[in-house]
T-cell receptor, first 113, second 113 residues
Framework: EAQVTQNPRYLITVTGKKLTVTCSQN?????MSWYRQDPGLGLRQIYY???????DKGDVPEGYKVSRKEKRNFPLILESPSPNQTSLYFC????????????FGPGTRLLVL | SQKIEQNSEALNIQEGKTATLTCNYT??????LQWYRQDPGRGPVFLLL?????KEKRKERLKVTFDTTLKQSLFHITASQPADSATYLC????????????FGKGTHLIIQP
């Protein structure tokens, strides 16, 4: 089954404790990205990757890191989480460009205390 | 700056009626526009894509129109059912480049039995 998976689905952590949210797709997609969704603000892009070893900042990259060492994986790293990073996070992928149909993962709900 | 507007208030429709959702955009001319459905706590799911040279696109009970003069897309669900209750997001294509899709904040649709 074609899908985007994320882990963990739910995470409670404390300020400053490094964490990684994994994202994997099995559709051989070139493009992958991370979004966060907050009430009243909608979906906002954090980082994206055009291909392996090619990443760039989206609209709200501060406090986040990413890497793309393999085509299928695109982990999101929070080196020192803060409470304002409490949010619902989605990984997405698409065949080619950023503007094509996006396939979203199930989401990761993060609470930073 | 580019702006996407969707009805921020919930739309209540009686079962069996046609639901019509609006997406207005300003300050750019998208070559195409996508509609997504999002259920609470889940990732958006692609529904339809309509291109600027297409006036209308249909898929089962769904219909999308695209008026480039009015800078507006309408999303219709005919014979609505309670299972259609969700938030619907529009995403006009902004242009070339690697930036991700820019989504509207969505309209929450409630189909009442």
């Amino acid at each position: 089954e074609a899908q985007v998976t994320q882990n963990p689905r739910y995470l409670i952590t404390v300020t400053g404790k490094k964490l990684t949210v994994t994202c994997s797709q099995n559709m051989n997609h070139e493009y992958m990205s991370w979004y966060r969704q907050d009430p009243g603000l909608g979906l906002r892009q954090i980082y994206y990757s055009m291909n392996v070893e090619v990443t760039d900042k989206g609209d709200v990259p501060e406090g986040y890191k990413v890497s793309r060492k393999e085509k299928r994986n695109f982990p999101l790293i929070l080196e020192s989480p803060s409470p304002n990073q409490t949010s619902l996070y989605f990984c997405a992928s698409s065949y080619g460009t950023a503007q094509e149909t996006q396939y979203f993962g199930p989401g990761t709900r993060l609470l930073v205390l | 700056s580019q702006k996407i507007e969707q009805n921020s208030e919930a739309l209540n429709i009686q079962e069996g009626k046609t639901a019509t959702l609006t997406c207005n955009y300003t300050n750019y001319s998208p070559a195409y526009l996508q509609w997504y459905r999002q259920d609470p706590g889940r990732g958006p799911v692609f529904l339809l894509l309509i291109r600027e040279n297409e006036k209308e696109k249909r898929k089962e009970r769904l219909k999308v129109t695209f008026d480039t003069t009015l800078k507006q897309s309408l999303f219709h669900i005919t014979a609505s059912q309670p299972a259609d209750s969700a938030t619907y997001l529009c995403a006009p294509h902004i242009g070339g480049g690697a930036d991700g899709l820019t989504f509207g904040k969505g309209t929450h649709l409630i189909i009442q039995p």
